[in-house]
T-cell receptor, first 113, second 112 residues
Framework: EADIYQTPRYLVIGTGKKITLECSQT?????MYWYQQDPGMELHLIHY???????EKGDLSSESTVSRIRTEHFPLTLESARPSHTSQYLC????????????FGQGTRLTVV | GEDVEQSLFLSVREGDSSVINCTYT??????LYWYKQEPGAGLQLLTY?????DMKQDQRLTVLLNKKDKHLSLRIADTQTGDSAIYFC????????????FGAGTRLAVHP
């Protein structure tokens, strides 16, 4: 079973609030990812990290930011939430090397009202 | 560009075989994956196939890859109610950060 955890599982929050979605993994993986998934749609990569102090933007533009101060922790922050940010956010991690398996967290379903 | 397409919904009777299809556009992918997502859960890797293979079997799962037609399928034999989930096809590309391109997912409903 994958040891990657996301909190909260569900979040309903008002417009304009700052939120941080937490993601932690205990597998010692260097690579971590954030995907955004709208209902019935494919996953889109919004951020990834090769390791500590490394963060890059993914294919889908996002107003969120990420940080990687520790190997096991990859939080995603929205400074001012908007209804357009309503979505499911999935965190994943994988070992170094090419084409290694990505392990996913259970996701955070965010609703901004 | 990179694009992965799947049909959105499949309904099968318990005990029958399910076949979930996927087409992709970029022939430079190295691996192709099938992920399963149960309600309220994250994605779980079911199986994968290297792009130079054409078939892989793993217990009840059979993956077929037609590289010429850029078509990937997942066959589940003896489908059970516990197989009800959304199945995502994904392709990956070598180099860098394990870029995975996902399809929109096929919702498999298994009925008695």
């Amino acid at each position: 079973e994958a040891d990657i955890y996301q909190t909260p599982r569900y979040l309903v929050i008002g417009t304009g609030k700052k939120i941080t979605l937490e993601c932690s993994q205990t597998m010692g993986h260097d690579k971590m990812y954030w995907y955004q998934q709208d209902p019935g749609m494919e996953l889109h990569l919004i951020h990834y990290s090769y390791g500590v102090n490394s963060t890059e933007k993914g294919d889908l533009s996002s107003e969120s930011t990420v940080s990687r101060i520790r190997t096991e922790h990859f939080p995603l922050t929205l400074e001012s939430a908007r209804p357009s940010h309503t979505s499911q956010y999935l965190c994943a991690s994988s070992e170094s090397g090419e084409d290694t398996e990505a392990f996913f967290g259970q996701g955070t379903r965010l609703t901004v009202v | 560009g990179e694009d992965v397409e799947q049909s959105l919904f499949l309904s099968v009777r318990e005990g029958d075989s399910s076949v979930i299809n996927c087409t992709y556009t970029d022939s430079s992918s190295t691996y192709l994956y099938w992920y399963k997502q149960e309600p309220g859960a994250g994605l779980q890797l079911l199986t994968y196939i290297f792009s130079n293979m054409d078939m892989k079997q793993d217990q009840r799962l059979t993956v077929l890859l037609n590289k010429k037609d850029k078509h990937l399928s997942l066959r589940i034999a003896d489908t059970q109610t516990g197989d009800s989930a959304i199945y995502f096809c994904a392709e990956s590309f070598s180099g860098g950060y394990n870029k995975l391109i996902f399809g929109a997912g096929t919702r498999l409903a298994v009925h008695p």
